[in-house]
């Protein structure tokens, strides 16, 4: 089992549309959580990071984490063809003192 | 936010010879480098964690006599790919934790170098 695994996507949706991104963890110990965002050729860039069990907003970014599943997602409202880019999960391991990544789930926003 | 570069962003290079690549944090103390290495169409790869003072943590597959790591200050690692082959190009990226950051546990990314081994 990864330590950390997306869907690859890619997940295609309208502009104007939701975009849910999904992210499972192994390590029930994790903290802290990160999502990354990486356009093509770039470096990631942090979008949001959530500590806490339940939602928290930014903007268009929704967070939502559930430690009893091991879940973090990321909702993006308003989708628009800027967004459509590569999308990382990271989660902090105690154990290793390092964040580990997701393979990345691919968004693309059609206009 | 903290800021980190990467110089150079870009660098093509001979196959056999080796390549440093530099990265700063500007605005903060950076006690934790990280060094990752992606190629197209993949996701990060770390490959080394940076202590400032000690020696560099390799994750298991990378050859730490040619990927030689240097953490010499709080605000300056580097990297560099000793002996470069074509199978060594790739985009390296860094990323730096300090303590006085307002997030725990987060990495602040520099702008990664694009390495061509002809």
């Known amino acids: 089992q990864k330590e950390v695994e997306q869907n690859s996507g890619p997940l295609s949706v309208p502009e104007g549309a939701i975009a849910s991104l999904n992210c499972t963890y192994s390590?029930?110990?994790?903290?802290?959580f990160f999502w990354y965002r990486q356009y093509s050729g770039k470096s990631p860039e942090l979008i949001m990071f959530?500590?806490?069990?339940g939602d928290k907003e930014d903007g268009r970014f929704t967070a939502q984490l559930n430690k009893a599943s091991q879940y973090v997602s990321l909702l993006i409202r308003d989708s628009q063809p800027s967004d459509s880019a590569t999308y990382l999960c990271a989660v902090f391991m105690e154990y290793g003192n390092k964040l580990v990544f997701g393979a990345g789930t691919i968004l693309r926003v059609k206009s | 936010g903290a800021v980190v570069s990467q110089h150079p962003s870009w660098v093509i290079c001979k196959s056999g010879t080796s390549v440093k690549i530099e990265c700063r944090s500007l605005d903060f103390q950076a006690t934790t480098m990280f060094w990752y290495r992606q190629f197209p169409k993949q996701s990060l790869m770390l490959m080394a964690t940076?202590?400032?003072?000690?020696?560099?943590?390799?994750e298991q597959g990378v050859e730490k006599d040619k990927f030689l790591i240097n953490h010499a200050s709080l605000t300056l690692s580097t990297l560099t790919v000793t002996s470069a082959h074509p199978e060594d190009s790739s985009f390296y990226i860094c990323s730096a934790r300090g303590t006085s950051g307002q997030i725990s546990h987060e990495q602040f990314f520099g702008p990664g170098t694009r390495l061509t081994v002809l």
């Open positions: 390590d029930r110990g994790s903290q802290s």
């Open positions: 940076s202590n400032e003072g000690s020696k560099a943590t390799y």
């Open positions: 959530i500590y806490s069990n």
